[in-house]
């Protein structure tokens, strides 16, 4: 799992610096966790995302943004409750959803949002 600083979020994710409505630059759809060092839910939701990026190794990317350190991206996207986790499908808008979601509702999300293509068993 990546880190993603503001510089590179505008790389690989959406350079919101240079256009108004969302476009995602990202080869692979992505689930992006904002974070922060000190919140406990985050400490339950890493290690479910670190076992995601493994299962879905190829397909999706997954990033995280600690939002103590890039306060700018997290004032971007409005985060106001940690965890958040941002869902971006390679077409169509990206989706949010707040909270220590369990494995089994983000991986119905990965389905749902970013490879509906991809049926999971």
């Known amino acids: 799992m990546e880190h993603l600083t503001k510089e590179t979020f505008l790389e690989k ?27 406990q ?23 995280k943004v600690n939002t103590e350190t890039e306060t700018e991206l997290a004032a971007a996207f409005g985060i106001r409750s940690i965890p958040s986790l941002l869902f971006c499908p390679k077409d169509g808008k990206p989706q949010m959803a707040m909270g220590a979601l369990p494995k089994e509702q983000l991986k119905q999300a990965i389905s749902e949002v970013l490879i509906p293509e991809v049926q999971t068993v």
């Open 13 to 39: 994710v959406f350079n919101f610096e240079k256009n108004q409505d969302w476009k995602f630059e990202g080869e692979l759809p992505c689930i992006i966790d904002f974070y922060a060092d000190w919140c």
């Open 41 to 63: 839910p985050c400490k339950i939701v890493s290690p479910i995302l670190e076992e995601l990026s493994k299962e879905y190794d190829g397909k999706i990317n997954v990033y």
